[in-house]
C-alpha cells in the first residue's frame, strides 16, 4: 500500500477491537498533510483507505485515545519564520469514520475531510514535542507528552476540549538532554512511564512525576524507542542506533535480560504482541521488519497458558508441562517488501495476529504471523 | 668221532638260538634244544654257553665246513638231516633211494665219500696239531698240584699264628677296661665341674661384663646359663646363683632400657639395644612400641628442624637444600628406622608390618605437609629448573623407603605431590602468559597513546604487532621450555604414568597451550564486548593490531605453536585433543570480531561528528553556502588517517575494475547531473509522485545496502564498513531535519565534497554515489524551497574548499 507521501506516523486504532483499523500520519512539507484511516478487510484481503486532512503540519507521531474512537493525538512541526516548531494537540475524526469507511474509497481522494482539533497542547514553555502518549487503560483523560527535556501530564477536560498541564517533570544535565520516545506502563494501575532520552531509559511515577529507575547506557548509542511487555510487569523492551533490541527486567537495570542483534542499521521501533508477549516486532532503517519469537523471556516460557494472569498457577503448569519442550528463542520472519528505512511498526488492536509497517516511502505494509506458528502458539 | 656225533648235539648256531628265542616265548619248551630251559631270563646263560660251543667247533674247524655242506634243514626232527639231531641213515638212505634217479644217487655216493673223505684228513690234522699242548697241559697241572701242597701249610701256620694274636689281644683289652671307664668318668666330671664353675663365677662376670659395658657379652653369658639353671633351680646353690643372675641380669636390662631410652645414641645402637633386650626375653610387642616411639622422637626433631627451615620470616634457603635436608635427614632417618624394625621385628608378623606402616604413614604426611608448605613458597617463583631438581630428589629419595614399605604409600603420596605440584606449575605458567600477554596489551596502549601526543599519527602499528607477536611467542616458548623440564628423562619421576600422558596432552597441550590462545582470544573479543558500549575505553587502533594478531595466529602461529608442543613433549596420550581447525576458527572468528568491531568504533566516531554537524544547525536560516563545512574536511582527514592506519595492518583488498578509471571529474559532473535529474521534478507541485517513484525505481535496481555487514580481512573493506555507516547516519539525520534553501544548497556542497574524496577509500564507488545521492534527495524532499545550486558553483566551491 503506498500512501504517495512520506510518513513516519502509525498508529492501531486503539479503542476499535472489531475492525482492523490503522492510523497513519504522513509527513510532507509541501503539501497538505493528511491522516489517512486504512482498513483492512481480513475476510476478503481488501484494504480501505480514508483520508482526513491534517493541515496544521508534518506528523511526526501519531497515538489513538483507548478510548474513544474517534480521538487521536498527533505530533506535528510548523514552519513559521524560518523556525521549525514542533507542537501537539488532540483531535476528533468525524463521526462517520470513527467506525470504520462505509463510503466508497474513491471520494476520500476529492474530498477529503478535516479532523476537527479538540485541544492544543501548549507547549510553548517546553520546547519541541517528542511524542504523546495516552494511559493505555483510563478512560482516555490522561496524556503524557514528551517536550524536549519535559515530561508532561495533561488532563483532558470538558470532553477533551481542553487540556490542563496537571504536572511535570524535567530532565537536568549536562548537554542538550532531548526525551525520544516514551511509553506508558500498562501495570501497576498505569502509574509508570518509561522514557528514553539519548542512550539512558528512565522509568518515572506519574503520581509524583519523580524518577523510579535508570538505566545508563541502555544501547551503545541512541535509544530509538521501547515498549512494555503487556504480561510481565517489570520487562520492557528497548532499541536504538546500535542495531540491538534489548529486553530488561525494570528490577535489575545493571544487565539486560537478553540482546537481540538481528538489525544492521538502527532499529526505530520495537511492539510487544498485545496478547501474546513472545512475538516481538521491530523495525529498521536497514528497510527490514523483524518478528523475533522470544518465548524465554515471554510470560508463556512453557507454551500457552490456560489463565495467564494467574501467576501463581504457572508453578503447576511448569510442572505439567515440562514435558513440553520449552521453545527457542528464534526469529520467525524477516519481511524485506519495504524498500526504504521502516521508521514504524505496530500491531492491530482488533486481530493479534495482524500487524502493520510503514516505511519512510510511505508504503505501509500489513502482515499476519505465519499460521503455522499462531496454531503453534494456541494449541 | 664220526661227523655225525660230532655235529649232531650242537645244531647250527643261528638255528639253535631261534629254537631257544621260540621256547623262550612259547613259555613251554618242547623239549628239543640241548640245553633247554624253561625260564626267560635264565636262557641267556645256555645262549652264551652255546656260543662257546661255537667257538670251540671253530676251534675244531667242524662246524662252518658241515653247515655248509649240508643243506639248510630247518626242521630239526627231521631224521633226513645230515646234521640233524634225529638223523638216522635208513630213512636217509630210503629217502634217497626212493626220491632220487640213478644219476643224482650217484652223485650223492660220490659227494658222500668225498666229504667223509675229508673229514677224515681233517680229523687227523687235528690230532697231530694238538697233541703237544695236551702234554704241556698236563705238566702244567702236575706242577700246580705240587705248588698247592706247599702253600697249604703256609696257610696252615698263618691260622696258628692269627690265633694266637687274636688271644693277646683280648687279654690286653681286658686289662684296660677298667682304666678307660675311670678315665671317661673323670672327663664327664671335669665337664661338669667347668660348668659349675661358669655358673659360680656368672653373677661376678655379668658384673663385671656391665661395669665394662659389654652388654653383648653379658647378654651371651646369661643366655647360656639360663636353661641349666632353670633347670636345677630346686637345688639351693643353683638357686642362689640364679637369683644372683636374675638380679644383674635386671640391672642390665634395666641400664640397656637405660640407654635406650636416652636416646643420644643413634639409630644402630639403639637397635643393638633392642636386638640385646629382646635376647634377654623382654616383651617384644612393648619394645616394638617403645622403639618405634624413639623413632619417632628422633624424626619429628628432623621434622621440627625442617620446619624451622621452613619458618615464615626469614628468607627460607633456596629449596633445593630444603629437600636435600628433609631427604637426608628425615628419610634417611626413616629408612634406617624402617630397615631396622624389620630386622628386629620380623618375629612379629603382619600386625608388626602393619604398625610400622601407620608409623612410616603418619610421618611421612607430616613430612609431605612440610614439603608442601616449602613447595608452595616456591610457586611464585620463577626457577622451574631449580624446582624441577627438588622434586627429583624428593622423589627420589622416597623412593626408598617406598620399596622399604610399600604399604605405606609413601612413594605414591610423593608422585602425587609432584604431580600436584606440576599441575599448579602449569597453572602458574598459565597465569604467566596471561599476564605477559596482558603486559603487551597494556605497553601497546601506551605506545597508541604516547604518539598522538607527540604528533605522529601511529607510525609503529606494524612495528607493535610484530613485537607483541613475538614477545607473546617468546613467552609461550620459554614457557614450554621451563615446563619440559618435568618430563626430562633424568628426573626421576618422568617415566610415570602422569608425565607421559596426562601431563603432556592433557597439561601441557590442552591446559597451558591451548588454554593460552583461547584466554587470548577471549581477552581480545571482550575488547569488543563490554568496554566498546561505553564508547570506545580501548583505542581502535588496539582493536585493529589485535585483530591482525589473531589472524596472523589463525594463519600460522597456532599450528606452529602447537606443533612445537607435540614435538616437544611426544603425546603418547590417546586422550582427545583440540585440532588445531578448532582453534584457528575461534581465532578467525576473533579478528573477525575484532575488526567489525573496529569498523562500529571508527564509524560511530565519524557519525558522530557528522550526526552533531546536523543536528546543531540551523538548516532553515543558514546564508549560501560559500564553503565546505569544516565538519566535512574534518571527516576526509579522519578517513584519510584511518585509511592509513588500516594500511599499516592490512592489504589493500580488491576494488571493483570500475574506480581504476574513473577520474574524478567525470564522475562528479556525473552525480551532479544526476541530482540535478532527480529533484528536478520536485519543482512542479502537480506531480508530487514522480520523485518517490522515481526514487523507488532507482532503489529497485539498486542493491540493498547492509550497513553494518560484516568486515573482510582488507583495508579497502573495512574502509567501505567505516563510510558506509557514516553516510548511513547522514542520511537518517538529514530526514529528520527542515531545510531551507540554502541548507540544502549546503548539503549539497558537503555531499559533493564527500564523494570528491570517499571513493576513493571504497570497494565500490557506486555505494557512495547511492548514499550521497539519497542525501541530497531526502535533504530535497526536507526541503519546503528546494533550490539547487548549480553543479558547477558547487564543484567550484568544493575545489576550493
Same mark, same amino acid.
Given at each position: 500500500?503506498?500512501?504517495?507521501?512520506?510518513?513516519?506516523?502509525?498508529?492501531?486504532?486503539?479503542?476499535?477491537?472489531?475492525?482492523?483499523?490503522?492510523?497513519?500520519?504522513?509527513?510532507?512539507?509541501?503539501? &497538505?498533510?493528511?491522516?489517512?484511516?486504512?482498513?483492512?478487510?481480513?475476510?476478503?484481503?481488501?484494504?480501505?483507505?480514508?483520508?482526513?486532512?491534517?493541515?496544521?503540519?508534518?506528523?511526526? $507521531?501519531?497515538?489513538?485515545?483507548?478510548?474513544?474512537?474517534?480521538?487521536?493525538?498527533?505530533?506535528?512541526?510548523?514552519?513559521?519564520?524560518?523556525?521549525?516548531?514542533?507542537?501537539?494537540?488532540?483531535?476528533?475524526?468525524?463521526?462517520?469514520?470513527?467506525?470504520?469507511?462505509?463510503?466508497?474509497?474513491?471520494?476520500?481522494?476529492?474530498?477529503?475531510?478535516?479532523?476537527?482539533?479538540?485541544?492544543?497542547?501548549?507547549?510553548?514553555?517546553?520546547?519541541?514535542?517528542?511524542?504523546?502518549?495516552?494511559?493505555?487503560?483510563?478512560?482516555?483523560?490522561?496524556?503524557?507528552?514528551?517536550?524536549?527535556?519535559? +515530561?508532561?501530564?495533561?488532563?483532558?477536560?470538558?470532553?477533551?476540549?481542553?487540556?490542563?498541564?496537571?504536572?511535570?517533570?524535567?530532565?537536568?544535565?549536562?548537554?542538550? #538532554?532531548?526525551?525520544?520516545?516514551? %511509553?506508558?506502563?500498562?501495570?501497576?494501575?498505569?502509574?509508570?512511564?518509561?522514557?528514553?532520552?539519548?542512550?539512558?531509559?528512565?522509568?518515572?511515577?506519574?503520581?509524583?512525576?519523580?524518577?523510579?529507575?535508570?538505566?545508563?547506557?541502555?544501547?551503545?548509542?541512541?535509544?530509538?524507542?521501547?515498549?512494555?511487555?503487556?504480561?510481565?510487569?517489570?520487562?520492557?523492551?528497548?532499541?536504538?542506533?546500535?542495531?540491538?533490541?534489548?529486553?530488561?527486567?525494570?528490577?535489575?537495570?545493571?544487565?539486560?535480560?537478553?540482546?537481540?542483534?538481528?538489525?544492521?542499521?538502527?532499529?526505530?521501533?520495537?511492539?510487544?504482541?498485545?496478547?501474546?508477549?513472545?512475538?516481538?516486532?521491530?523495525?529498521?532503517?536497514?528497510? %527490514?521488519?523483524?518478528?523475533?519469537?522470544?518465548?524465554?523471556?515471554?510470560?508463556?516460557?512453557?507454551?500457552?497458558?490456560?489463565?495467564?494472569?494467574?501467576?501463581?498457577?504457572?508453578?503447576?503448569?511448569?510442572?505439567?508441562?515440562?514435558?513440553?519442550?520449552?521453545?527457542?528463542?528464534?526469529?520467525?520472519?524477516?519481511?524485506?517488501?519495504?524498500?526504504?528505512?521502516?521508521? !514504524?511498526?505496530?500491531?492491530?488492536?482488533?486481530?493479534?495476529?495482524?500487524?502493520?509497517?510503514?516505511?519512510?516511502?510511505?508504503?505501509?505494509?500489513?502482515?499476519?504471523?505465519?499460521?503455522?506458528? =499462531?496454531?503453534?502458539?494456541?494449541? | 668221532?664220526?661227523?655225525?656225533?660230532?655235529?649232531?648235539?650242537?645244531?647250527?648256531?643261528?638255528?639253535?638260538?631261534?629254537?631257544?628265542?621260540?621256547?623262550?616265548?612259547?613259555?613251554?619248551?618242547?623239549?628239543?634244544?640241548?640245553?633247554?630251559?624253561?625260564?626267560?631270563?635264565?636262557?641267556?646263560?645256555?645262549?652264551?654257553?652255546?656260543?662257546?660251543?661255537?667257538?670251540?667247533?671253530?676251534?675244531?674247524?667242524?662246524?662252518?665246513?658241515?653247515?655248509?655242506?649240508?643243506?639248510?634243514?630247518?626242521?630239526?626232527?627231521?631224521?633226513?638231516?645230515?646234521?640233524?639231531?634225529?638223523?638216522? @641213515?635208513?630213512?636217509?638212505?630210503?629217502?634217497?633211494?626212493?626220491? /632220487? @634217479?640213478?644219476?643224482?644217487?650217484?652223485?650223492?655216493?660220490?659227494?658222500?665219500?668225498?666229504?667223509?673223505?675229508?673229514?677224515?684228513?681233517?680229523?687227523?690234522?687235528?690230532?697231530?696239531?694238538?697233541?703237544?699242548?695236551?702234554?704241556?697241559?698236563?705238566?702244567?697241572?702236575?706242577?700246580?698240584?705240587?705248588?698247592?701242597?706247599?702253600?697249604?701249610?703256609?696257610?696252615?701256620?698263618?691260622?696258628?699264628?692269627?690265633?694266637?694274636?687274636?688271644?693277646?689281644?683280648?687279654?690286653?683289652?681286658?686289662?684296660?677296661?677298667?682304666?678307660?671307664?675311670?678315665?671317661?668318668?673323670?672327663?664327664?666330671?671335669?665337664?661338669?665341674?667347668?660348668? #659349675?664353675?661358669?655358673?659360680?663365677?656368672?653373677?661376678?662376670?655379668?658384673? =663385671?661384663?656391665?661395669?665394662?659395658?659389654?652388654?653383648?657379652?653379658?647378654?651371651?653369658?646369661?643366655?647360656?646359663?639360663?636353661?641349666?639353671?632353670?633347670?636345677?633351680? $630346686?637345688?639351693?646353690?643353683?638357686?642362689?646363683?640364679?637369683?644372683?643372675?636374675?638380679?644383674?641380669?635386671?640391672?642390665?636390662?634395666?641400664?640397656?632400657?637405660?640407654?635406650?631410652?636416652?636416646?643420644?645414641?643413634?639409630?644402630?645402637?639403639?637397635?643393638?639395644?633392642?636386638?640385646?633386650?629382646?635376647?634377654?626375653?623382654?616383651?617384644?610387642?612393648?619394645?616394638?612400641?617403645?622403639?618405634?616411639?624413639?623413632?619417632?622422637?628422633?624424626?619429628?626433631?628432623?621434622?621440627?628442624?625442617?620446619?624451622?627451615?621452613?619458618?615464615?620470616?626469614?628468607?627460607?634457603?633456596?629449596?633445593?637444600?630444603?629437600?636435600?635436608?628433609?631427604?637426608?635427614?628425615?628419610?634417611?632417618?626413616?629408612?634406617?628406622?624402617?630397615?631396622?624394625?624389620?630386622?628386629?621385628?620380623?618375629?612379629?608378623?603382619?600386625?608388626?608390618?602393619?604398625?610400622?606402616?601407620?608409623?612410616?604413614?603418619?610421618?611421612?604426611?607430616?613430612?609431605?605437609?612440610?614439603?608442601?608448605?616449602?613447595?608452595?613458597?616456591?610457586?611464585?617463583?620463577?626457577?622451574?629448573?631449580?624446582?624441577?631438581?627438588?622434586?627429583?630428589?624428593?622423589?627420589?629419595?622416597?623412593?626408598?623407603?617406598?620399596?622399604?614399605?610399600?604399604? !605405606?604409600?609413601?612413594?605414591?603420596?610423593?608422585?602425587?605431590?609432584?604431580?600436584?605440584?606440576?599441575?599448579?606449575?602449569?597453572?602458574?605458567?598459565?597465569?604467566?602468559?596471561?599476564?605477559?600477554?596482558?603486559?603487551?596489551?597494556?605497553?601497546?596502549?601506551?605506545? #597508541?597513546?604516547?604518539?598522538?601526543?607527540?604528533?605522529?599519527?601511529?607510525?609503529?602499528?606494524?612495528?607493535?604487532?610484530?613485537?607483541?607477536?613475538?614477545?607473546?611467542?617468546?613467552?609461550? =616458548?620459554?614457557?614450554?621450555?621451563?615446563?619440559?623440564?618435568?618430563?626430562?628423562?633424568?628426573?626421576?619421576?618422568?617415566?610415570?604414568?602422569?608425565?607421559?600422558?596426562?601431563?603432556?596432552?592433557?597439561?601441557?597441550?590442552?591446559?597451558?597451550?591451548?588454554?593460552?590462545?583461547?584466554?587470548?582470544?577471549?581477552?581480545?573479543?571482550?575488547?569488543?564486548?563490554?568496554?566498546?558500549?561505553?564508547?570506545?575505553?580501548?583505542?581502535?587502533?588496539?582493536?585493529?593490531?589485535?585483530?591482525?594478531? /589473531?589472524?596472523?595466529?589463525?594463519?600460522?602461529?597456532?599450528?606452529?605453536?602447537?606443533?612445537?608442543?607435540?614435538?616437544?613433549?611426544?603425546?603418547?596420550?590417546?586422550?582427545?585433543?583440540?585440532?588445531?581447525?578448532?582453534?584457528?576458527?575461534?581465532?578467525?572468528?576473533?579478528?573477525?570480531?575484532?575488526?567489525?568491531?573496529?569498523?562500529?568504533?571508527?564509524?560511530?566516531? +565519524?557519525?558522530?561528528? #557528522?550526526?552533531?554537524?546536523?543536528?546543531?544547525?540551523?538548516?532553515?536560516?543558514?546564508?549560501? @553556502?560559500?564553503?565546505?563545512?569544516?565538519?566535512?574536511?574534518?571527516?576526509?582527514? &579522519?578517513?584519510?588517517? +584511518?585509511?592509513?592506519?588500516?594500511?599499516?595492518?592490512?592489504?589493500?583488498?580488491?576494488?571493483?575494475?570500475?574506480?581504476?578509471?574513473?577520474?574524478?571529474?567525470?564522475?562528479?559532473?556525473?552525480?551532479?547531473?544526476?541530482?540535478?535529474?532527480?529533484?528536478?521534478?520536485?519543482?512542479?507541485?502537480?506531480?508530487?509522485?514522480?520523485?518517490?517513484?522515481?526514487?523507488?525505481?532507482?532503489?529497485?535496481?539498486?542493491?540493498?545496502?547492509?550497513?553494518?555487514?560484516?568486515?573482510?580481512?582488507?583495508?579497502?573493506?573495512?574502509?567501505?564498513?567505516?563510510?558506509?555507516?557514516?553516510?548511513?547516519?547522514?542520511?537518517?539525520?538529514?530526514?529528520?531535519?527542515?531545510?531551507?534553501?540554502?541548507?540544502?544548497?549546503?548539503?549539497?556542497?558537503?555531499?559533493?565534497?564527500?564523494?570528491?574524496?570517499?571513493?576513493?577509500?571504497?570497494?565500490?564507488?557506486?555505494?557512495?554515489?547511492?548514499?550521497?545521492?539519497?542525501?541530497?534527495?531526502?535533504?530535497?524532499?526536507?526541503?519546503?524551497?528546494?533550490? @539547487?545550486?548549480?553543479?558547477?558553483?558547487?564543484?567550484?566551491?568544493?575545489?576550493?574548499?
Amino acid at each position: 500500500k503506498v500512501l504517495g507521501l512520506e510518513a513516519r506516523a502509525l498508529t492501531p486504532q486503539t479503542a476499535e477491537t472489531d475492525a482492523i483499523r490503522f492510523l497513519v500520519g504522513t509527513q510532507s512539507l509541501k503539501y &497538505d498533510n493528511q491522516i489517512h484511516i486504512i482498513d483492512f478487510d481480513d475476510e476478503n484481503n481488501i484494504i480501505n483507505k480514508n483520508v482526513l486532512l491534517h493541515q496544521a503540519g508534518e506528523i511526526w $507521531h501519531i497515538s489513538a485515545s483507548p478510548a474513544d474512537k474517534g480521538v487521536l493525538a498527533t505530533c506535528y512541526s510548523r514552519t513559521s519564520d524560518s523556525k521549525v516548531l514542533t507542537c501537539a494537540a488532540v483531535w476528533r475524526m468525524p463521526k462517520e469514520l470513527e467506525s470504520g469507511s462505509h463510503e466508497s474509497p474513491d471520494d476520500s481522494s476529492s474530498t477529503a475531510q478535516t479532523l476537527e482539533l479538540l485541544c492544543h497542547l501548549d507547549n510553548t514553555a517546553h520546547g519541541n514535542m517528542a511524542c504523546v502518549v495516552w494511559e493505555p487503560m483510563g478512560d482516555g483523560k490522561k496524556i503524557i507528552s514528551l517536550a524536549d527535556n519535559h +515530561i508532561l501530564l495533561w488532563d483532558l477536560q470538558e470532553s477533551s476540549s481542553q487540556a490542563v498541564l496537571a504536572s511535570s517533570a524535567s530532565l537536568e544535565g549536562k548537554g542538550q #538532554l532531548r526525551f525520544t520516545s516514551g %511509553r506508558w506502563s500498562p501495570h501497576h494501575n498505569c502509574t509508570q512511564v518509561a522514557t528514553a532520552s539519548d542512550t539512558t531509559l528512565r522509568g518515572w511515577d506519574t503520581r509524583s512525576m519523580s524518577q523510579i529507575y535508570c538505566i545508563e547506557n541502555a544501547h551503545g548509542q541512541l535509544v530509538r524507542d521501547l515498549d512494555f511487555n503487556p504480561n510481565k510487569q517489570y520487562y520492557l523492551a528497548s532499541c536504538g542506533d546500535d542495531c540491538k533490541v534489548k529486553f530488561w527486567d525494570t528490577r535489575n537495570v545493571t544487565e539486560p535480560v537478553k540482546t537481540l542483534e538481528e538489525h544492521s542499521h538502527w532499529v526505530w521501533n520495537v511492539r510487544y504482541n498485545h496478547s501474546h508477549d513472545q512475538l516481538v516486532l521491530t523495525g529498521s532503517s536497514d528497510s %527490514r521488519v523483524i518478528l523475533s519469537n522470544m518465548v524465554s523471556i515471554s510470560s508463556e516460557p512453557f507454551g500457552h497458558l490456560v489463565d495467564d494472569d494467574d501467576i501463581s498457577d504457572q508453578e503447576d503448569h511448569r510442572s505439567e508441562e515440562k514435558s513440553k519442550e520449552p521453545l527457542q528463542d528464534n526469529v520467525i520472519a524477516t519481511y524485506e517488501e519495504h524498500e526504504d528505512s521502516v521508521y !514504524a511498526v505496530d500491531w492491530s488492536s482488533a486481530d493479534p495476529w495482524l500487524f502493520a509497517s510503514l516505511s519512510y516511502d510511505g508504503r505501509l505494509v500489513i502482515n499476519r504471523v505465519p499460521r503455522a506458528l =499462531k496454531y503453534h502458539i494456541l494449541l | 668221532m664220526d661227523p655225525g656225533s660230532a655235529s649232531s648235539p650242537p645244531p647250527s648256531q643261528p638255528h639253535a638260538r631261534g629254537a631257544m628265542a621260540a621256547a623262550a616265548t612259547a613259555g613251554s619248551s618242547p623239549g628239543s634244544g640241548p640245553g633247554d630251559s624253561p625260564e626267560g631270563p635264565e636262557a641267556e646263560a645256555p645262549e652264551r654257553r652255546r656260543k662257546a660251543h661255537g667257538m670251540l667247533k671253530l676251534y675244531y674247524g667242524l662246524s662252518e665246513g658241515e653247515a655248509a655242506g649240508h643243506p639248510a634243514g630247518p626242521d630239526p626232527l627231521d631224521p633226513t638231516d645230515l646234521n640233524g639231531a634225529h638223523f638216522d @641213515p635208513e630213512v636217509y638212505l630210503d629217502k634217497l633211494r626212493r626220491e /632220487c @634217479p640213478l644219476a643224482q644217487l650217484m652223485d650223492s655216493e660220490t659227494d658222500m665219500v668225498r666229504q667223509i673223505r675229508a673229514l677224515d684228513s681233517d680229523m687227523q690234522t687235528l690230532v697231530y696239531e694238538n697233541y703237544n699242548k695236551f702234554i704241556s697241559a698236563t705238566d702244567t697241572i702236575r706242577k700246580m698240584k705240587n705248588d698247592f701242597r706247599k702253600m697249604e701249610d703256609e696257610m696252615d701256620r698263618l691260622a696258628t699264628n692269627m690265633a694266637v694274636i687274636t688271644d693277646f689281644s683280648a687279654r690286653i683289652s681286658a686289662t684296660l677296661q677298667d682304666r678307660h671307664e675311670r678315665i671317661t668318668k673323670l672327663a664327664g666330671v671335669h665337664a661338669l665341674l667347668r660348668k #659349675l664353675q661358669f655358673l659360680f663365677e656368672l653373677p661376678s662376670r655379668l658384673t =663385671k661384663c656391665v661395669e665394662l659395658g659389654a652388654y653383648g657379652q653379658a647378654v651371651r653369658y646369661q643366655g647360656r646359663a639360663q636353661a641349666v639353671l632353670q633347670q636345677y633351680q $630346686h637345688l639351693p646353690s643353683f638357686r642362689a646363683i640364679q637369683d644372683d643372675c636374675q638380679v644383674i641380669t635386671a640391672r642390665l636390662a634395666q641400664q640397656l632400657r637405660q640407654r635406650f631410652r636416652e636416646g643420644g645414641s643413634g639409630a644402630p645402637e639403639q637397635a643393638e639395644c633392642v636386638e640385646l633386650l629382646l635376647a634377654l626375653g623382654e616383651p617384644a610387642e612393648e619394645l616394638c612400641e617403645e622403639f618405634l616411639a624413639h623413632a619417632r622422637g628422633r624424626l619429628e626433631e628432623e621434622l621440627r628442624s625442617l620446619e624451622a627451615e621452613l619458618g615464615p620470616s626469614p628468607p627460607a634457603p633456596d629449596v633445593l637444600e630444603f629437600t636435600d635436608h628433609g631427604g637426608s635427614g628425615f628419610v634417611g632417618g626413616l629408612c634406617q628406622v624402617a630397615a631396622a624394625y624389620q630386622e628386629l621385628f620380623a618375629a612379629q608378623g603382619p600386625a608388626g608390618a602393619e604398625k610400622l606402616a601407620t608409623f612410616a604413614r603418619e610421618l611421612g604426611s607430616r613430612y609431605f605437609a612440610l614439603v608442601e608448605r616449602r613447595l608452595a613458597q616456591e610457586q611464585g617463583g620463577g626457577d622451574n629448573s631449580l624446582l624441577v631438581r627438588a622434586l627429583d630428589r624428593f622423589h627420589r629419595r622416597l623412593r626408598a623407603p617406598g620399596a622399604l614399605l610399600a604399604a !605405606a604409600g609413601l612413594a605414591d603420596a610423593a608422585t602425587e605431590i609432584v604431580e600436584r605440584v606440576a599441575r599448579e606449575r602449569l597453572g602458574h605458567h598459565l597465569q604467566g602468559l596471561r599476564a605477559a600477554f596482558l603486559g603487551c596489551l597494556t605497553d601497546v596502549r601506551q605506545a #597508541l597513546a604516547a604518539p598522538r601526543v607527540a604528533g605522529k599519527e601511529g607510525p609503529g602499528l606494524a612495528e607493535l604487532l610484530a613485537n607483541v607477536a613475538s614477545s607473546i611467542l617468546s613467552h609461550i =616458548k620459554a614457557s614450554l621450555a621451563a615446563v619440559h623440564l618435568f618430563t626430562a628423562k633424568e628426573v626421576s619421576f618422568s617415566n610415570k604414568p602422569y608425565f607421559r600422558g596426562e601431563f603432556c596432552s592433557q597439561g601441557v597441550r590442552e591446559g597451558l597451550i591451548v588454554g593460552f590462545i583461547r584466554s587470548m582470544c577471549q581477552t581480545a573479543q571482550s575488547f569488543c564486548d563490554s568496554p566498546g558500549e561505553k564508547g570506545g575505553a580501548t583505542p581502535p587502533a588496539l582493536l585493529l593490531l589485535l585483530s591482525r594478531l /589473531c589472524l596472523d595466529y589463525e594463519t600460522a602461529t597456532i599450528s606452529y605453536v602447537l606443533t612445537l608442543t607435540d614435538e616437544q613433549f611426544l603425546v603418547q596420550d590417546q586422550s582427545p585433543v583440540t585440532p588445531v581447525s578448532t582453534l584457528c576458527a575461534e581465532a578467525r572468528e576473533t579478528a573477525r570480531r575484532l575488526l567489525t568491531h573496529y569498523v562500529k568504533v571508527q564509524g560511530l566516531v +565519524i557519525s558522530q561528528m #557528522l550526526r552533531k554537524s546536523v543536528e546543531t544547525r540551523d538548516w532553515l536560516s543558514t546564508l549560501e @553556502p560559500r564553503n565546505v563545512r569544516a565538519v566535512m574536511k574534518r571527516v576526509v582527514e &579522519d578517513t584519510t588517517a +584511518i585509511d592509513v592506519q588500516v594500511g599499516l595492518l592490512y592489504e589493500e583488498g580488491v576494488r571493483k575494475a570500475q574506480s581504476s578509471d574513473s577520474s574524478k571529474r567525470t564522475f562528479s559532473v556525473y552525480s551532479s547531473s544526476r541530482q540535478q535529474g532527480r529533484y528536478a521534478p520536485s519543482y512542479t507541485p502537480s506531480a508530487p509522485m514522480d520523485t518517490n517513484l522515481l526514487s523507488n525505481i532507482q532503489k529497485l535496481f539498486s542493491e540493498r545496502i547492509d550497513v553494518f555487514s560484516p568486515v573482510e580481512f582488507n583495508k579497502v573493506s573495512v574502509l567501505t564498513g567505516i563510510i558506509k555507516i557514516s553516510l548511513k547516519t547522514l542520511l537518517e539525520c538529514v530526514r529528520l531535519r527542515t531545510f531551507g534553501r540554502f541548507g540544502l544548497q549546503q548539503v549539497q556542497v558537503d555531499c559533493h565534497f564527500l564523494q570528491l574524496y570517499l571513493w576513493r577509500f571504497v570497494a565500490d564507488e557506486e555505494l557512495v554515489h547511492l548514499l550521497l545521492d539519497e542525501v541530497v534527495a531526502s535533504a530535497a524532499l526536507r526541503c519546503p524551497d528546494p533550490v @539547487p545550486m548549480e553543479p558547477s558553483v558547487v564543484e567550484v566551491i568544493c575545489e576550493r574548499g
